[in-house]
């Protein structure tokens, strides 16, 4: 259910919030789904130790490392308030704080009604207007069409193929790589002119 937690983005049907010390069986539930690991596992789950000792302290750090302007954050539905799962626009760890990256992991229940396109539109409005952001980017397998989908919906272009990670070389359609996608402040800004 929806924690009593400072909002950091609302959609239509989407709200964000921090996570908290108290999220680790949300992260593990997600994490657990093969089907949602399919493109980053190969379908293993995520350790539970790992999501509490690593992947939930890291994201927490991130709250203070970007004093809460960017970060890993959870996504509720905002009428009922189900977890949907999580959506981040952050800078990689040593970069610059005017590149930030796109990414999302939802829930199975939560695919194919919108709500990562909603999301990620949001987010990218909120990076080119609130945060001084001049670029956004995110990276998706070859084979994962859903995700490729839904950044071309948000008006972002593959600027690059990427090699498969070697930790990611066991996954399905590892052989095919990948494809980096971005959009810059001056190309969204062109794409929200155009909007009748």
Same mark, same amino acid.
């Given at each position: 259910?929806?924690?009593?937690?400072?909002?950091?983005?609302?959609?239509?049907?989407?709200?964000?919030?921090?996570?908290?010390?108290?999220?680790?069986?949300?992260?593990?539930?997600?994490?657990?789904?093969?089907?949602?690991?399919?493109?980053?596992?190969?379908?293993?789950?995520?350790?539970?130790?790992?999501?509490?000792?690593?992947?939930?302290?890291?994201?927490?750090?991130?709250?203070?490392?970007?004093?809460?302007?960017?970060?890993?954050?959870?996504?509720?539905?905002?009428?009922? @308030?189900?977890? !949907?799962?999580?959506?981040?626009?952050? /800078? *990689?760890?040593?970069?610059?704080?005017?590149?930030? &990256? =796109? +990414?999302?992991?939802?829930?199975?229940?939560?695919?194919?009604?919108?709500?990562?396109?909603?999301?990620?539109?949001?987010?990218?409005?909120?990076?080119?207007?609130?945060?001084?952001?001049?670029?956004?980017?995110?990276?998706?397998?070859?084979?994962?069409?859903?995700?490729?989908?839904?950044?071309?919906?948000? @008006?972002?272009? !593959?600027?690059?193929?990427?090699?498969? /990670? *070697?930790?990611?070389?066991?996954?399905?359609?590892? &052989? =095919? +790589?990948?494809?980096?996608?971005?959009?810059?402040?001056?190309?969204?800004?062109?794409?929200?002119?155009?909007?009748?």
């Amino acid at each position: 259910m929806l924690a009593a937690v400072d909002t950091y983005l609302q959609t239509e049907r989407v709200t964000l919030h921090p996570f908290s010390v108290g999220d680790a069986d949300l992260l593990i539930e997600l994490d657990g789904d093969p089907a949602v690991m399919r493109y980053l596992s190969g379908g293993e789950p995520t350790a539970p130790e790992l999501v509490r000792g690593r992947d939930l302290p890291s994201i927490l750090a991130g709250y203070d490392r970007w004093a809460g302007a960017f970060g890993l954050f959870a996504a509720y539905e905002t009428a009922g @308030g189900a977890f !949907v799962g999580w959506f981040c626009l952050r /800078p *990689e760890r040593e970069g610059p704080l005017d590149e930030a &990256e =796109l +990414g999302y992991r939802l829930r199975r229940a939560a695919w194919g009604r919108g709500y990562a396109t909603e999301v990620s539109s949001a987010l990218l409005t909120k990076a080119f207007t609130d945060l001084d952001v001049r670029m956004v980017w995110g990276a998706t397998m070859a084979l994962n069409r859903a995700s490729q989908h839904v950044m071309e919906k948000v @008006g972002m272009t !593959v600027t690059e193929a990427l090699p498969t /990670p *070697e930790d990611m070389l066991a996954v399905e359609g590892s &052989e =095919l +790589g990948g494809f980096r996608y971005e959009i810059t402040k001056e190309q969204w800004e062109r794409q929200q002119a155009l909007r009748p």
